[in-house]
């Protein structure tokens, strides 16, 4: 007769024996368990709650497609006229008198068939003031037509969503670590957090192109020796400890070097098909062509929001800070990023400081074009004095900072100054804030800015978030190498300063006024161009 003891004791050896089979299983699989739920779908971020998403309705019409085109083409011409307006002095009426008039032609070809859409303001120029109230009104009618389709465009969104993040966790979370062919990214580059993220994101969204498995190595990480898996949820359960014969594919090798030169490449993906970084799955682009503005934006955001999954520890403290910075009810925000450190004197120094009256110029005419006027503004600085500096322009708007606290002590006067654990939880927070804001206003020449862009894009689910940011200088792009995009002019009667163009791919730098300068394929002609004539072309695998 087997007594308890005895029972108790096989019990143990039968765990023992699971423990080690588990633990040899691993070993010989190249895989480890990792605290997070392979399947989570239902909520991809802390930045954003989940909205569940509701049945198609009348929205996949031609009719509905055409509107949510126009939707589109109404509100690019109210981004850049906003941009135009901004940056134009008003003794050079004449420049303005010419791109009223040209975006009053274009848009009366585009909208024909809406008699109640009103143009007086754009149309009939009597001044700066009547074309910004012009703005306005096109701006409500846009969001008109995009309303019609909201159900429709929230429903398509969830479901595109939902798609990729399970493609995302079945091309990072295997069963097969030993014969997958990893990607390592290494921390090794010494730059900001939002520099960091975005080379990693490239990385990423280059490893799953090519059918690869990202796994981070971020233990020289220069903001925190804990690497990035101190903050967030580790990426894969793969890693290249004990694998023997470690193979990265040889196209892959240049990306990881990190080596900015290198991302124009293109690369083979199999069977004569080519990827070239950023490229977007097709069928993303297929599925949300009438219902995102900005996909590039939209799906950079999501793999960033795939990636920066907070471990409690860290939703707990966002959630803490949340309460003591802006209490514990709704809050309607409008977002500044003013970080300095990219604007610091020095071999990386990427953009021209701008001054703070500015920032408010463009807050104020952001806001009161999108028809929202707003009493508290989040100030995302690495700067202290900027939160009192700002107080004192801004009237009887509130204003809400990391100042005065462990995350923003003092100001960072120089790029290694910022390299510490309180200074990266700080990013994070700004970030958490700026994605949260209803508006924002910055410099896109700022990796922090574009990134927070690209997490509140991902992260609105009712509505397209595309025209929520205004910037300064730069327009959106993901990096600085490919600040470069791809358009296709709409109106074949846009002066060119003499050059002739073929009607098909031009490469584009934005610029801080409205126009896109724009080169031919042969590389030989430039031209500017009123953005509002422009659409993206995107690459796509």
Same mark, same amino acid.
């Given at each position: 007769?087997?007594?308890?003891?005895?029972? *108790?004791?096989?019990?143990?050896?039968?765990?023992?024996?699971?423990?080690?089979?588990?633990?040899?299983?691993?070993?010989?699989?190249?895989?480890?368990?990792?605290?997070?739920?392979?399947?989570?779908?239902?909520?991809?971020?802390?930045?954003?709650?989940?909205?569940?998403?509701?049945?198609?309705?009348?929205?996949?019409?031609?009719?509905?497609?055409?509107?949510?085109?126009?939707?589109?083409?109404? #509100?690019?011409?109210?981004?850049?006229?906003?941009?135009?307006?901004?940056?134009?002095?008003?003794?050079?009426?004449?420049?303005?008198?010419?791109?009223?008039?040209?975006?009053?032609?274009?848009?009366?070809?585009?909208?024909?068939?809406?008699?109640?859409?009103?143009?007086?303001?754009?149309?009939?120029?009597?001044?700066?003031?009547?074309?910004?109230?012009?703005?306005?009104?096109?701006?409500?009618?846009?969001?008109?037509?995009? +309303?019609?389709?909201?159900?429709?465009?929230?429903?398509?969104?969830?479901?595109?969503?939902?798609?990729?993040?399970?493609?995302?966790?079945?091309?990072?979370?295997?069963?097969?670590?030993?014969?997958?062919?990893?990607?390592?990214?290494?921390?090794?580059?010494?730059?900001?957090?939002?520099?960091?993220?975005?080379?990693?994101?490239?990385?990423?969204?280059?490893?799953?192109?090519?059918?690869?498995?990202?796994?981070?190595?971020? #233990?020289?990480?220069?903001?925190?020796?804990?690497?990035?898996?101190?903050?967030?949820?580790?990426?894969?359960?793969?890693?290249?400890?004990? #694998?023997?014969?470690?193979?990265?594919?040889?196209?892959?090798?240049?990306?990881?070097?990190?080596?900015?030169?290198?991302?124009?490449?293109?690369?083979?993906?199999?069977?004569?098909?080519?990827?070239?970084?950023?490229?977007?799955?097709?069928?993303?682009? /297929?599925?949300?062509?009438?219902?995102?503005?900005?996909?590039?934006?939209?799906?950079?955001?999501?793999?960033?929001?795939?990636?920066?999954?907070?471990?409690?520890?860290?939703?707990?403290?966002?959630?803490?800070?949340?309460?003591?910075?802006?209490?514990?009810?709704?809050?309607?925000?409008?977002?500044?990023?003013?970080?300095?450190?990219?604007?610091?004197?020095?071999?990386?120094?990427?953009?021209?400081?701008? +001054?703070?009256?500015?920032?408010?110029?463009?807050?104020?005419?952001?806001?009161?074009?999108?028809?929202?006027?707003?009493?508290?503004?989040?100030?995302?600085?690495?700067?202290?004095?900027?939160?009192?500096?700002?107080?004192?322009?801004?009237?009887?708007?509130?204003?809400?900072?990391?100042?005065?606290?462990?995350?923003?002590? #003092?100001?960072?006067?120089?790029? +290694?100054?910022?390299?510490?654990?309180?200074?990266? *939880?700080?990013?994070?927070?700004?970030?958490?804030?700026?994605?949260?804001?209803?508006?924002?206003?910055?410099?896109?020449?700022?990796?922090?800015?574009?990134?927070?862009?690209?997490?509140?894009?991902?992260?609105?689910?009712?509505?397209?978030?595309?025209?929520?940011? *205004?910037?300064? +200088?730069?327009?959106?792009?993901?990096?600085?190498?490919?600040?470069?995009?791809?358009?296709?002019?709409?109106? /074949?009667?846009?002066?060119?300063?003499?050059?002739?163009?073929?009607?098909?791919?031009?490469?584009?730098?934005?610029?801080?006024?409205?126009?896109?300068?724009?080169?031919?394929?042969?590389?030989?002609?430039?031209?500017?161009?009123?953005?509002?004539?422009?659409?993206?072309?995107?690459?796509?695998?």
């Amino acid at each position: 007769m087997v007594t308890n003891r005895e029972r *108790l004791t096989w019990l143990g050896r039968l765990g023992a024996a699971s423990l080690l089979l588990v633990g040899l299983r691993s070993l010989l699989s190249n895989q480890i368990e990792v605290e997070r739920p392979i399947t989570n779908l239902q909520s991809s971020h802390y930045f954003l709650p989940h909205q569940a998403a509701e049945e198609p309705n009348e929205g996949a019409t031609e009719d509905s497609r055409k509107t949510r085109v126009l939707a589109r083409r109404l #509100k690019q011409c109210v981004a850049s006229g906003l941009k135009f307006l901004l940056s134009t002095e008003s003794s050079k009426m004449q420049y303005f008198s010419s791109y009223a008039q040209e975006m009053c032609r274009l848009i009366k070809n585009q909208a024909a068939p809406h008699t109640d859409l009103e143009l007086d303001g754009i149309c009939e120029v009597r001044g700066l003031p009547q074309f910004k109230d012009g703005l306005m009104k096109l701006n409500e009618f846009a969001d008109k037509l995009k +309303d019609q389709s909201a159900k429709f465009c929230r429903t398509r969104v969830e479901q595109v969503r939902v798609k990729l993040w399970k493609a995302l966790e079945e091309s990072q979370f295997r069963h097969d670590c030993n014969n997958r062919s990893l990607v390592m990214y290494n921390f090794e580059n010494k730059c900001g957090f939002g520099c960091t993220a975005h080379l990693l994101l490239i990385t990423f969204a280059t490893a799953f192109a090519v059918n690869n498995t990202l796994v981070v190595n971020s #233990k020289k990480w220069a903001y925190q020796s804990g690497g990035w898996e101190h903050l967030f949820l580790p990426t894969s359960n793969c890693t290249f400890e004990r #694998k023997r014969d470690v193979r990265v594919d040889s196209m892959i090798k240049s990306v990881l070097s990190s080596q900015y030169s290198v991302f124009r490449r293109e690369f083979e993906v199999g069977e004569g098909k080519r990827y070239f970084p950023p490229a977007i799955p097709a069928w993303v682009v /297929e599925e949300l062509h009438d219902c995102r503005d900005n996909i590039q934006a939209w799906y950079t955001g999501q793999l960033a929001l795939f990636l920066m999954q907070p471990k409690p520890e860290l939703a707990q403290l966002s959630a803490s800070v949340r309460r003591e910075r802006l209490g514990d009810g709704p809050v309607d925000l409008i977002g500044l990023q003013i970080r300095m450190t990219d604007k610091l004197a020095g071999p990386h120094k990427e953009a021209v400081a701008q +001054d703070l009256q500015s920032y408010l110029k463009y807050a104020d005419a952001l806001s009161e074009v999108s028809g929202t006027r707003f009493t508290d503004i989040w100030i995302a600085t690495d700067n202290t004095s900027i939160p009192a500096q700002l107080g004192a322009l801004s009237g009887k708007a509130r204003l809400h900072s990391l100042a005065s606290s462990k995350y923003l002590s #003092k100001t960072i006067s120089r790029e +290694d100054e910022r390299y510490t654990a309180d200074n990266l *939880l700080g990013i994070y927070l700004d970030l958490l804030f700026l994605s949260r804001s209803r508006l924002m206003v910055g410099t896109m020449s700022s990796n922090v800015l574009r990134l927070a862009y690209e997490l509140r894009v991902a992260g609105e689910r009712l509505r397209d978030a595309s025209w929520d940011c *205004l910037s300064l +200088d730069t327009d959106y792009h993901l990096f600085q190498r490919f600040s470069q995009d791809n358009l296709t002019i709409l109106d /074949e009667g846009t002066p060119r300063e003499g050059t002739s163009y073929p009607p098909n791919t031009y490469r584009n730098r934005w610029v801080a006024t409205g126009y896109a300068q724009l080169t031919d394929n042969s590389r030989k002609h430039k031209a500017y161009v009123p953005k509002f004539k422009t659409e993206p072309i995107y690459i796509t695998f």
